[in-house]
């Protein structure tokens, strides 16, 4: 690798070491705040010279023009950057897989084309982020594994080990590639099983083994059948005979290979695999419905409190879910019995969640709350208010900003109210809004709007966190799905208005610009409250000259001469209108600024 490549993976390493300020007990706030201010102006200024490193050394290379050495050099660059789920940088690694494919192509390289195709599919996986049944790399990486797999034509030809193993790994992933059919569980399961027997034909087959005896072919195995027990989700929406056997068959297989390793090494079966296994013989017909709530129950019931592992997590976040979907199963006065467990299992999550270190897991939890918000939405509201705010605060920087267009929010919809109270009449259902109590109804709401505005990025934080660099197109895109995230998961907790503030907040005023793009209107309870969320939202963001980087950071009246320029267009004119009374322009500028500097240190826990 050479010095430029280095020099970029020690800027990440810096930068990640940047992300939580050094703050001492016994600095001033003053000292705090310009700990966290040096923070961020030394990530700015490793921003731009990873910039100009990756200019140099990849954005301004070509494929026809690339010299063996730099191939070289890069390929060395892109192991050091991706580790499947631990890696350094898994964006530049497949911008890096896909100059190198073209340079293989533009060469008629094909061990290098073969190899750099399974590097992009697989990079595109992780970098993947799925929005609803489909990722949206899916066709791009699908693709490549197809693309890939098409070379076992030429496998005997192909001598060269490592590529016929990347041939056969392209093999075992083009299901990945394989398109949702909006519920036709059917075709799905037909499609899927065209690529597991394809796979499976060549992994279990004697000639293709012989010619290369040093491949992992029981480990392509297992993976498929890993794979396969997916399906799992589609058994507990109904009965599918073909897919429980075909089911029942790879957890059976899952199991017995993992008990060989447990009995080699003296050590017990993932809980994971334990649940799978019993979950496939219920749904097979070979176990009763009392067995596997109990075996629930009893993963459930050993499992650790204070245990953040991977398995652990999965317990004691998923297990309570399941458990309450087979108990459903159980006759009516069966399930009055068993509701004390089920009730157990619930207590234990719900204590669980909030034993969490902080600033960890806000991806996980968030990803696992959309599972199991269903039945959370039925705790009293504080727990799911709680339960929110505190995937807010395992990102300290998205939560600062939360708080502060929450603030903000509130703070321009008390000004609306004061000139213009019949625009906002009907806002969450409330007509006379200038009636005290509604009024403070509104701007509590309101404030929730805006605290939640952002939910979704706690399940990007990958992208959102990326501080040492410019986004890729590719990631962006991925950031551009936080919108939709944050609405599923407040609707999720039936917190409908809520989840439209989140889904609207980057829409243009003139229905012509931002994301997502939908036909759909903002509702007319929330429109004002989206609207002035969208300008606080800017405001705050373009400001900000603590946390983010003085250099990056605009001043206060630059930014709201740029909501005058985008007025009508990308911003409600209503709302920009009210910075047009100067007092109150500059009452909300020194707002803005107490505001800030109070919610940073509330944040970053600074008494």
Same mark, same amino acid.
């Given at each position: 690798m050479n010095i430029?490549?280095?020099?970029?993976?020690?800027?990440?390493?810096?930068?990640?070491?940047?992300?939580?300020?050094?703050?001492? *007990?016994?600095?001033?706030?003053?000292?705090?705040? /310009?700990?966290?201010?040096?923070?961020?102006?030394?990530?700015?200024?490793?921003?731009?010279?990873?910039?100009?490193?990756? #200019?140099?050394? +990849? @954005?301004?290379?070509?494929?026809?023009?690339?010299?063996?050495?730099?191939?070289s050099e890069l390929s060395e660059l892109a192991d050091a950057l991706f580790h499947f789920n631990r890696s350094l940088d898994t964006g530049i690694a497949y911008r890096i897989h896909r100059l190198l494919y073209a340079y293989g192509e533009y060469h008629k390289d094909v061990d290098r084309m073969v190899r750099e195709l399974y590097y992009q599919g697989i990079t595109l996986f992780y970098l #993947?982020?799925?929005?609803?049944s489909q990722g949206i790399f899916q066709d791009q990486m699908g693709e490549c594994f197809r693309l890939g797999a098409s070379y076992l034509e030429q496998?005997?030809?192909?001598?060269?080990? /490592?590529?016929?193993?990347?041939?056969?790994?392209? +093999?075992?992933?083009?299901?990945?590639?394989?398109?949702?059919?909006?519920? &036709?569980?059917?075709?799905?399961?037909? =499609?899927?099983?065209?690529? @597991?027997?394809?796979?499976?034909?060549?992994?279990?087959? *004697?000639?293709?083994?012989?010619?290369?005896?040093?491949?992992?072919?029981?480990?392509?195995? %297992?993976?498929?059948?890993?794979?396969?027990?997916?399906?799992?989700?589609?058994?507990?929406?109904?009965?599918?005979?073909?897919?429980?056997e075909g089911v029942m068959e790879s957890a059976e297989h899952v199991y017995?290979?993992?008990?060989?390793?447990?009995?080699?090494?003296?050590?017990?079966?993932?809980?994971?695999?334990? %649940?799978?296994?019993?979950?496939?013989?219920?749904?097979?017909?070979?176990?009763?419905?009392?067995? $596997?709530? &109990?075996? +629930?129950?009893?993963?459930?019931?050993s499992a650790d409190l204070h245990d953040f592992s991977g398995d652990n997590i999965w317990t004691l976040l998923t297990t309570p879910e399941y458990l309450m979907h087979y108990a459903q199963l159980l006759p009516e006065e069966e399930q009055e019995a068993f509701r004390p467990l089920l009730e157990r299992a619930l207590e234990k999550q719900k204590e669980y969640l909030f034993l969490f270190?902080?600033?960890?897991y806000g991806m996980q939890i968030a990803r696992s709350i959309q599972g199991i918000a269903g039945y959370l939405s039925g705790q009293d509201t504080h727990f799911s208010h709680r339960l929110l705010e505190y995937i807010l605060a395992c990102h300290? *920087?998205?939560?600062?900003?939360?708080?502060?267009?929450?603030? $903000?929010?509130?703070?321009?919809?008390?000004?609306?109210?004061?000139?213009?109270?019949?625009?906002?009449?009907?806002? @969450?259902?409330?007509?006379?809004?200038?009636?005290?109590?509604?009024?403070?109804?509104? $701007?509590? /709401?309101?404030?929730?709007?805006?605290?939640?505005?952002?939910?979704?990025?706690?399940?990007?934080?990958?992208?959102?966190?990326?501080?040492?660099?410019? $986004?890729? =197109?590719?990631?962006?895109?991925?950031?551009?799905?936080? *919108?939709?995230?944050?609405?599923?998961?407040?609707?999720?907790?039936?917190?409908?208005?809520?989840?439209?503030?989140?889904?609207?907040?980057?829409?243009?005023?003139d229905g012509r610009g931002g994301y997502p793009a939908s036909d759909e209107n903002c509702p007319d309870r929330v429109r004002w409250i989206a609207d002035i969320v969208t300008v606080v939202d800017a405001l705050d963001a373009g400001t900000d000259n603590v946390g983010r980087c003085y250099a990056a950071a605009k001043d206060y009246e630059r930014l709201v001469e740029e909501l005058r320029a985008g007025r009508d267009t990308r911003y409600a004119p209503d709302i920009v209108r009210l910075f047009d009374d100067p007092v109150f322009c500059a009452e909300t500028k020194e707002f803005l600024e107490e505001s800030r500097r109070r919610v940073y240190l509330e944040v970053y826990h600074i008494e």
């Open positions: 430029s490549g280095q020099r970029y993976i020690d800027n990440l390493t810096a930068a990640h070491g940047l992300l939580k300020p050094r703050l001492e *007990p016994d600095m001033t706030e003053e000292e705090s705040l /310009q700990a966290i201010r040096d923070n961020a102006v030394r990530l700015y200024e490793i921003h731009q010279e990873n910039n100009g490193i990756l #200019n140099e050394i +990849l @954005f301004s290379k070509k494929a026809d023009t690339l010299t063996e050495e730099e191939a #993947n982020v799925r929005d609803s496998y005997e030809k192909l001598e060269n080990p /490592q590529t016929r193993n990347f041939i056969l790994r392209c +093999l075992g992933n083009v299901k990945y590639g394989l398109k949702g059919r909006d519920g &036709d569980r059917n075709t799905e399961w037909k =499609d899927y099983m065209e690529c @597991f027997h394809r796979a499976m034909e060549v992994f279990e087959s *004697p000639g293709y083994r012989q010619m290369n005896p040093e491949l992992s072919w029981d480990t392509f195995v %297992y993976t498929m059948h890993y794979d396969r027990t997916k399906f799992l989700a589609v058994l507990r929406e109904g009965e599918y005979p073909h897919i429980a017995h290979h993992q008990e060989q390793i447990a009995r080699a090494n003296d050590s017990s079966i993932g809980v994971r695999t334990r %649940y799978v296994y019993m979950a496939a013989r219920y749904h097979a017909g070979l176990a009763d419905l009392h067995e $596997l709530l &109990d075996a +629930l129950y009893e993963l459930c019931e270190p902080q600033n960890e300290p *920087p998205t939560f600062v900003h939360s708080r502060m267009v929450a603030l $903000l929010t509130r703070h321009l919809c008390a000004r609306l109210v004061k000139v213009e109270p019949e625009l906002l009449s009907g806002t @969450f259902g409330l007509e006379e809004v200038g009636d005290s109590g509604n009024l403070e109804q509104l $701007l509590e /709401q309101a404030y929730e709007g805006g605290l939640y505005h952002d939910l979704g990025k706690c399940m990007l934080l990958n992208y959102v966190g990326c501080y040492s660099r410019s $986004l890729l =197109d590719e990631e962006f895109a991925c950031i551009k799905m936080h *919108p939709a995230f944050g609405c599923r998961l407040l609707e999720a907790l039936r917190m409908e208005d809520m989840s439209m503030i989140a889904y609207c907040h980057h829409r243009s005023y």
